[in-house]
C-alpha cells in the first residue's frame, strides 16, 4: 500500500519504488498460489485520484488483473488417462466449474463434468451377478507362477518333497475348480522322490498323492517330459491321458525301486517295518506302471529288479511311457538321427 504525491507529478524514484512493491506483491502472491494450487487474492495498492497518476499507473493495474485470474498448475499428465484429460480441459477452457462446486450434492466428485458418467459394479451387484466369470479380468497375474497357472501349466521342477505336493495338488484342485472341461498341463523335470544321486528326500506317498489327485480329475492331462522323470516322476508322466503323454527328443524317463533312508540306529524291527513299507510301494508302483504303460506286472517288475532302467523318447514310446514325441521344428533332424 502506497500512495503517490499529490500534485500530480510522479517522480522516477517514487514510480521505481512503486513498481518494486508491486512486483514484490504479485512475485509472492504468485508463489503462494502455486504452491497452494489455488489462486491467491493479492492486495492492489491505493492510488491517489489525481490523473497524472492513474494515467502512469495504468500498466500496473492491468498487471494486476492478470495475476489474480485463477490459474490451475496441473502436473504431468497421462495421455491415455481419459479422467485426468477431461479434467485438464476443463480446467484450461471454464475453470469455474471446479472452483464453484455446489455445498451439498449427491453426486461424486467432479463427475457432473462427464456426459454419461459409469462406475464399476459394486460388491453387492457383483454378488447378484449370474456368474462369477462376468466380472473376472482376462489379464494374468504378472507373476510368472501365476502367468503359467493362468495358462492351465502346472510345472513339477522339483523332487516330491511335502511343500512341492501340496502346491501341486492345490494347482490341479483350483484348475478342475475353473473349468472342469477345459484341459491341464503338466511339465515335468524331476528326479521323483529321491535325489539325482538316487539318494531318498521323501516318502513315496508324495507321489501317490499328486497320481491320486490327477486320476480324480474330470479333465483331460496332458504330460509333458522337459528334462527327467525319474521313479515316482516317471509315474505321473505315463498317467497322463491316453494320447496326451509327450516327451521332449532329448528328455529322459527313468524307472527304479523305492528306496529309503540309512538306517542308522534303529532297532531291527524299526527296520523290518520299513522294509515292510518299502515292498509295499514297490508292488503299489508296478501295478500302477503296468496299467498305465501297457505291459504285464511281471515285465515291470523285472525291469526295475535290474536297477535303474533309463528310457530315451524313443524307447519310453516303446515300453509305453509316452505317446509320442514333441519335435518342435526338429522333425528332418531326429528323421536322420
Known amino acids: 500500500m502506497f500512495d503517490l504525491p499529490r500534485d500530480g507529478h510522479c517522480g522516477f524514484a517514487s514510480l521505481r519504488s512503486s513498481v518494486s512493491s508491486v512486483a514484490r506483491s504479485m512475485i509472492c502472491g504468485t508463489m503462494m498460489g502455486a504452491y497452494l494450487r489455488t489462486p491467491m487474492p493479492m492486495a492492489m495498492p491505493s492510488f491517489s485520484h489525481s490523473p497524472t497518476a492513474t494515467r502512469r499507473c495504468r500498466n500496473l493495474r492491468t498487471v494486476y488483473a492478470a495475476a489474480n485470474k485463477p490459474k490451475f498448475h496441473m502436473p504431468h499428465l497421462n495421455p491415455n488417462d481419459s479422467f485426468l484429460s477431461k479434467l485438464a480441459s476443463v480446467a484450461a477452457s471454464s475453470p469455474e466449474k471446479l472452483l464453484k462446486r455446489p455445498p451439498d450434492s449427491d453426486t461424486l466428485p467432479f463427475m457432473d463434468i462427464f456426459d454419461s458418467p459409469k462406475l464399476m459394479a459394486t460388491p453387492a451387484e457383483v454378488e447378484r451377478a449370474v456368474s462369477y466369470n462376468e466380472h473376472r479380468s482376462t489379464r494374468p497375474p504378472p507373476d510368472l507362477p501365476s502367468v503359467l497357472l493362468h495358462r492351465r501349466v502346472v510345472f513339477i521342477g522339483m523332487p516330491f518333497v511335502s511343500a512341492v505336493t501340496e502346491l501341486v495338488v492345490a494347482q490341479l484342485m483350483y484348475l478342475q475348480w475353473r473349468d472342469p472341461k477345459a484341459p491341464i498341463y503338466i511339465y515335468i523335470n524331476s528326479t521323483g522322490t529321491s535325489r539325482d544321486d538316487g539318494q531318498p528326500v521323501a516318502i ?97 517288475s523285472n525291469v526295475m529288479d535290474k536297477g535303474p532302467f533309463y528310457m530315451n523318447a524313443k524307447e519310453a514310446i516303446e515300453f509305453g511311457v509316452i505317446d509320442k514325441i514333441f519335435l518342435g521344428g526338429q522333425e528332418k533332424y531326429m528323421a536322420d538321427l
Request: one cysteine or more.
Open 204 to 300: 513315496e506317498s508324495e507321489g501317490f498323492t499328486i497320481y491320486d489327485s490327477m486320476m480324480r480329475l474330470k479333465n483331460e492331462v496332458h504330460t509333458f517330459c522337459l528334462g527327467a522323470a525319474i521313479g515316482q516322476a516317471c509315474l505321473i508322466l505315463s498317467a497322463g491321458t491316453p494320447g496326451k503323454r509327450v516327451m521332449m527328443p532329448h528328455a529322459t524317463a527313468m524307472l527304479q525301486e523305492p528306496r529309503i533312508a540309512p538306517s542308522g540306529l534303529r532297532s531291527a524291527s524299526d527296520v523290518a517295518i520299513l522294509a515292510k513299507e518299502v515292498m509295499y510301494n514297490r508292488n503299489t508302483l508296478v501295478k500302477l506302471l503296468a496299467k498305465h504303460t501297457g505291459n504285464t506286472e511281471e515285465r515291470v
